[in-house]
């Protein structure tokens, strides 16, 4: 059954070797995944996912402190695909356009199956009428694996700096 | 120093007028004016009101405190080594440093970066260096009195593991300020079992404090804006449901009870739903009953800084920071009880995805409460209406009526004297 | 609720004093303070002024709309499905909620997201849920009339593809609020054939706003900053020009026509001008004659938020929006003519690399208006000189002046009782 | 004749591959860019464009709304030169120093000749006696094509997110 | 224009009443309010003061200027081409533009990008663009004097290589301003000797500008905040040290006396000292006696803006500029003299890791003025407490007091009229 | 003995090859040093430097205007370690979490031994209680040399656009 704690390491986590995965296809997986969230394509983003995969955005206050509860807790593609039915049909909210800086992309764990990585991010967010502006930085701490050849996430957890959100967390980080 | 509580003398009422059809009417300036805030942050936050500060759980043991606020007040909510519970300023003595910046921890003394002084969780003024002077130079004056100089206090009280505070000494006890109905919907949630916090979330909402609380006393925009809930019929107009306030119209509860169907019933709160949209992961919402009586909603607004949300599974405190007349944080704490299982957690954690900043209900509460602050602000005369279900200020039995709000504006007005 | 444009409370005239000079004076805190600021908005933004919104050429179709704003006011230009043009205040008339976000769309009705109240193009409440209760229960008090609940209106007018709103129904037909002059370059311009929309640029200037106004009626400046103008041949302080405005001052018209050569006559205004640039694509700057007459710049003001802007072949209409004392919105909405082939197209999309926030001649002037703005918060004591040209109000045939500000500035204070 | 539309995509493009260009090459084409552009070095950025390219800096609004027009458009690099000589000699301004961060580098379109790409920027101003800060945020749509082996912009779009312009888009994005 | 140092219309000593216990307390609202701030630059900055602006050695050349602030008006100290020295706003006389941006340079006339006027290094207004008009049309009225459109110039004062400025005429002569004591430390550091600039450190604060000073001013909290000053001996409470004023109170200064060995003695102020750390690199901290006498560390606080920073070798200017009510910038120049050997100046270059935005000193201060205002901030009824050494004004032998905090604020309720 | 005035180039710096270094491996550094920065582990970080490395934190006005003075000077990795234990032990500040965006690391000189390197950075802070905000832009202008076949900064100079710094600058840029 899920873990009720994300399995986030709140602290910094050593390089390991890139073993069998490539670093450039990780990199790309990365650069798909800023790509398509910031053209709205959130659908298509579902695809950068296994099925099982879980997904969650947590702020760093939660993780230092223990604390299981997430800001978004997704404990499979399906429960993640809902979301997207909600962003996409059921919320209201003004557009965002949304840019994901994600840099310092890094192998932290590995084994047969799974590659772990951690990455920073800074998401830059413009809404309406107003002048684009920083929404959020943190952190990535995510698995990744091969599906016949093609990289996804089987796990993928956010974990943001500032315990306060300015407004709402809409788009995924 | 010590908060004055007394009132102010810009004589406000006479700068502003309420527009003459009473509460059935907001004017926009109550959410615009930086003066009338000055004065709430005096009147209603300093003034006589028990302010949620923290709940028991978050500090289980002697020693521990969380920062938080009261109003714009820091203050930090300790329990001492003798696990008595304090709330004090946070805020040095001497010369006004704020001292603690841990959002939590455990600690039984606070001791001031700047020149060293030491307080107990008390708040007492336990030492400062130096206080005889150094080789018998310098040091305070004699007449200085270290009990002259603590942080400065807050009344306390506890009720079934919820902690408020306030910077009156005279408040009635709990109880009586609630009053028996919203005393009764309380203790439904605090019943006495011990808590235990899941997390937290945290937002800033850029508009009026106000806003908060009219968007949660208002039943009437549940079923039109929120298209997620009635589409998984966890809402509808047409539920059985109640609106019920104290005399004093402060505090209120809205109670509703989710659908057995979804069939489309004639109301018109259904244009935007999406019939065709089933759940890929039911775990998202599979809400099991767990209190007594019918009731799956309930939502119960205690004046002036507290929503304790209960929906379905997911409970929370939500509670309300105001940073200025536009802008305010909205901290949720998550809890469950100690004696839940991990799959009554787990079920709290998933439903918790309707909650917070990235709420599947509350992202759109969010979002209109941006927009109407931002109406608000284009000039200074405009006027809300509230004539929902009538003018009146009387408990109801249905969720079609803006009363909550009307009762909650009565009460204001009489605190500032508007 | 409706906008009072009733003369403020606060006896501004009483705090602030006009230099003794008159208007061959503009002292610093017209730019600083923010309670003139709110008068503005009421006495001449709300007040009796035609406002520009948009270009009839933006919304065609019965449906189309445009979300624009007059002064800091947030409004919507829509065409109804008779294909009449309405301007409605985009603040839902129930709680404020600022309900259309869309740039532009097409729609008949506009629902509000709070609570679904339904309006029509022209602002006329169609409906409320639950207006009549859900299953008896609560909805509206039966005195509720939609007719006293729809969004605030404005009167419209338009003018060969032009449309303004104006908070007050008593407002004098345009051609009478622009007189016969301006009228006249109004409409040499604007002379009926159908418009086509190139496309928008927008920017915030962190300066107040009149010093925009300033600024395109002030010719003294052309040929001293606009070093790009004067050494392409665009604009010189020699050129055959004039400064010519209606008899309240408020509108101007500043004509000028280009030098058929560039050789260097013993102008002041040639210090910073790089004889020896040529430009490497001629595309950039290949201007042809499309106006009767020999005006190649015509740049005209008018009251009190639109700047009409012809430079060579690059037409735009400069809407200005207030968004605080200190900073105003520029919206650029550059056209050309329904009938005008790829080629000239093509001309005024390339000319127009000389306007807006990256415009080779507007960056010089958005640079100077952010400049002046930092030198008027210097200190609230300072004054500025308006003496080139003399001291009168006349027009005049030459560009060596300031006189049209200062005309514009004798029309502000009569307005503003200052 | 030039296109009056500029050719941008608003939405979304899938990647496709590499091909004959080296992804390193790409990578170091755009990190030369924003190296060049944020050391003002305006005449040596001009170098990274062949003769006949095209420059275009819209707003993402009236790429949207299908509207042509541009808020700098240079169709042809001779155009762009008299926009640098312009900037270097005939422009006032205060001095701007700004930081192009270029993420999410992505193949996605290839023929013979030309790979398509797309990537994020946020670039970063200082202005004189002020903090920096966010300028803009928004993404290329871009041409690169090998002249004798290097690499070299053939089109370039930057479409920026916010359709507000802090004050003035004075450094090419 | 002239900024007028008349006193202001706004009695604010009738809305404002310092506590009765007067200079011993210190009320928040010194630091949060804005109407405050606004007369403090009139009747402080812009009255009666010395205003360090730069040093000679900035501007060594003929024609050097750098830009500065005098409270919050940009000014330009420049050096004429016959080497006098000139202060002047950096403000247009015509309109206001800020005309100068280069943080230094070399130039003899300065020429606004408006309309090019074009004023000599002191402030003389040289020419201006079609004065006499163009082909005999418009131009400046016959009665137009350049003379009377110069840059506003401000008085001038240097001694030993340091330049003041006030916008008051009738200032006394330095010396009699800084008065025997405190003239006698400034001439310590400037002996006479050239001095060599090594460069420029810049923050922004997010306090009010006394709080930069009640810091400086402040012994009491050196040993206690300052860890890392106590951990390698550079400073502690029991070391020979002294606090001086001049008559007045404004300015101050503190001596201290580096100890020899570094055993805990058993004084308060050590609880958070690390007795175990070593320098790994002791090029860090290796100070050579360099002036007469004991003394190691000699702050002195010349008001109104002024700070000179003697640390064992790290010599440093520091600037106040005031930015708004709750922020200022501090700008550091650090100094050696001319005849430094690179040994020096390296040894110089690598203290000046102690101060700064990212000195092992000042990081501290800058975060508890930080959290000072913050605490201030909270309501506008708090009271700072400055009873440390009793309640006397008087110079002390020792460092456990805040006698110069209390003498300062007796100079600043004077002056200020509280 | 050490050079009094920073070695920085201001300008533009052309690129050279990366001769005998990985560019991967480079790009490996610079990733693991923001990381070990953003998550606190100063000390971890200070491994990323040889003995007699260099460390200087600087304000462009003072390079441009040829003056000696750094913000933080470190001479050797030593001097850097004292500042690490000062943070760690000795300094009073409240906890500020960055994340160090580093883009277009170029190499711009290469002798048998260093490889020279400039880079862009922008360094977003979060403060308690606040949202996250930019705290810095700039430029790096470093030499690598390899250890053992490992990577490791011999000289780092961190050049800020902005002379006046929010508040402070605590954590190494
Ligand atoms: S301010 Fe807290 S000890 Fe002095
Ligand atoms: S606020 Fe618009 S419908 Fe209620
Ligand atoms: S404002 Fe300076 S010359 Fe006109
Ligand atoms: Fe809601
Ligand atoms: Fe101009
Ligand atoms: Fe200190």
Redesign the interface.
């Known amino acids: 059954?899920?873990a009720?704690v994300p399995v986030a390491a709140a602290g910094f986590r050593p390089r390991v070797g890139w073993g069998q995965f490539e670093a450039a296809a990780v990199a790309a997986l990365y650069d798909d995944y800023a790509a398509l969230l910031d053209a709205g394509e959130y659908r298509e983003w579902l695809e950068l996912f296994v099925a099982e995969a879980t997904y969650m955005?947590v702020?760093r206050?939660?993780v230092e402190?223990g604390?299981?509860?997430?800001?978004?807790?997704?404990?499979?593609r399906?429960?993640l695909?809902?979301?997207v039915?909600?962003i996409i049909?059921?919320?209201?909210?003004?557009r965002r356009i949304t840019r994901h800086m994600i840099t310092a992309v890094r192998p932290v764990s590995l084994d047969a199956v799974t590659l772990g990585t951690t990455a920073n991010f800074v998401c830059v967010e413009t809404l309406v009428d107003e002048h684009s502006m920083i929404h959020s930085a943190g952190s990535y701490d995510d698995c990744i694996v091969a599906v016949e050849g093609i990289l996804r996430f089987s796990s993928k957890i956010a974990i943001y700096d500032a315990?306060?959100?300015?407004?709402?967390?809409?788009v995924p980080l | 120093?010590q908060?004055?509580t007394a009132e102010v003398d810009e004589p406000i009422a006479v700068r502003r007028r309420w527009p003459d059809q009473g509460v059935s009417r907001?004017p926009?300036w109550v959410y615009t004016d930086p003066d009338l805030f000055a004065r709430e942050?005096?009147v209603i936050f300093?003034g006589p009101s028990w302010n949620y500060v923290a709940l028991s759980a978050e500090i289980p043991e002697p020693g521990d405190f969380v920062r938080t606020s009261v109003g714009?007040?820091?203050v930090i909510v300790t329990r001492d080594r003798h696990g008595v519970v304090h709330v004090v300023?946070n805020?040095?003595?001497?010369?006004?440093?704020?001292?603690c910046?841990a959002?939590?921890g455990n600690a039984t003394t606070f001791t001031c970066?700047?020149?060293?002084w030491q307080y107990a969780s008390g708040g007492r003024l336990l030492g400062l260096?130096?206080k005889k002077?150094?080789?018998g130079?310098?040091?305070?004056?004699d007449d200085?009195d270290n009990a002259d100089?603590g942080l400065q206090r807050l009344a306390v009280t506890e009720r079934h593991g919820v902690l408020f505070a306030s910077f009156d000494d005279e408040m009635p006890a709990l109880p009586d300020y609630l009053g028996p109905t919203n005393l009764g919907w309380f203790d439904r949630v605090f019943d006495g079992r011990e808590l235990s916090?899941?997390?937290?979330?945290?937002?800033?909402?850029?508009a009026n404090w106000k806003l908060m609380f009219?968007n949660i006393k208002d039943p009437?925009?549940a079923s039109?804006?929120h298209?997620?809930l009635v589409?998984f019929g966890l809402f509808r107009?047409?539920n059985p449901s109640k609106t019920q306030m104290d005399s004093s119209g402060r505090h209120s509860v809205l109670v509703s009870q989710r659908s057995t169907q979804r069939e489309v019933v004639g109301?018109?709160?259904i244009?935007?739903v999406?019939h065709d949209?089933e759940?890929?992961?039911p775990?998202?919402l599979d809400p099991v009953r767990e209190f007594p009586g019918a009731a799956t909603v309930v939502m119960q607004t205690i004046w002036p800084n507290l929503i304790v949300q209960q929906q379905s599974n997911t409970l929370a405190m939500r509670q309300l920071v105001t940073r200025s007349v536009g802008e305010f944080?909205l901290h949720w704490t998550?809890f469950g009880y100690a004696d839940d299982d991990?799959e009554m957690?787990?079920r709290r954690?998933?439903q918790?995805?309707l909650m917070?900043?990235?709420g599947?209900v509350s992202?759109?509460d969010?979002?209109?409460m941006?927009?109407?602050q931002?109406?608000?602000m284009?000039?200074d005369?405009?006027?809300?209406?509230?004539?929902?279900?009538?003018?009146d200020l009387e408990d109801?039995?249905?969720?079609?009526?803006e009363v909550a709000i009307r009762a909650f504006y009565d009460h204001y007005r009489s605190v500032m004297g508007l």
């Open positions: 059954m899920t009720v955005v702020s206050e939660n402190r604390l299981p509860l997430a800001t978004i807790r997704c404990d499979s399906a429960m695909t809902d979301r039915d909600a049909g059921t919320q209201f909210f003004d315990p306060l959100v300015p407004t709402s967390l809409i | 120093m908060f004055s907001v926009y942050q005096r300093r714009d007040v820091p300023v805020r040095c003595a001497h010369r006004g440093v704020v001292l910046q959002p939590s970066p700047y020149h060293q260096p130096f002077g150094v080789g130079h310098g040091g305070m004056p200085f100089h916090v899941l997390g937290y979330q945290r937002q800033t909402v850029p009219e009437y925009h039109l804006l298209v997620f589409t107009a047409d109301t018109d709160d244009k935007r999406q949209l759940l890929h992961d775990r998202l944080e998550f991990e957690t787990l954690l998933r918790a995805n917070g900043p990235s599947l992202i759109d969010s979002e209109v941006r927009l109407a931002r109406g608000a284009i000039a005369d405009g006027i809300a209406l509230l004539e929902m279900g009538g003018h109801t039995e249905h969720m079609v009526t």
